[in-house]
């Protein structure tokens, strides 16, 4: 495909994008990410006819709408957040489909925050939406780092965003300072599996009914980067305030 062809084609993605309220998008470069990214990780270890990673992402509108809800009698948890990142993966896998497009990858339940294919924050940084905070979090100027990613591989030639943004924590130093588990040890230094034994151990979690809880969230709470907060402002113009005025909130 021509370049004029595949800058068309961004284009369409991206308005696409923004017409459908998926208000974080960037995509990354395919041969920087199976450069940068150990085995195992890497797209091509992964989906080997991608020519695109799109990145995408959902701003959390308070500490609820990042709980965990018992799924009925099933006694499963699914994420409010995550159930809507979900939903714009399937209108943008539907979209890349219909225009002769395949997509790979996506998947959000199973394995834990460890295993999720792709290193999700180091590719969104790598196309400029946000940079790595010393929480291990991906900052955004919009939500701070108080949103879910997801991404979907994609066979469609899309142009990469090359635009890096830089670390703004500077000495900031909030989040280590508010850490329960004491993972975030400083720059660069993040001990994941501490954090997860601690946001997975029941005896840590928020029950603020017998079918809703919430994890340890102190790193996102107390962070005081992004425009919009874990407060009635934050609402405004977001998918959540959609859904509440639609149920009459």
Known sequence: MEL???????HIVKKFSIK???DIL???DVEELNQKARAG???KDLFPTAKSILLFGCGMAD???RGWVCNGKG????SLTLSELENRKWILKKFLREQGFHTFGGDIYGEGILNTGIRLANAAESCGMGYIGKSNLLITKKY?????LLYLATDAPLIPDREVEKDNCGGCKICQTHCTSGAILGDGYFHARQCECIINCSENKMYYSSHLNIDCDMCLRMCPKGDMHWDAEE???TWFEKIEKKNGG
């Open 20 to 22: 459908n309220d998926i």
């Open 235 to 237: 609402k405004k113009n």
């Open 63 to 65: 500490p609820i709408s």
């Open 144 to 148: 701070g780092p108080r949103l879910n």
């Open 4 to 10: 004029k062809q595949r800058e068309r084609l961004t």
């Open 41 to 43: 990780r890497r797209p």
């Open 75 to 78: 006694g499963d948890y699914i």
């Open 26 to 28: 960037g995509i990354a």
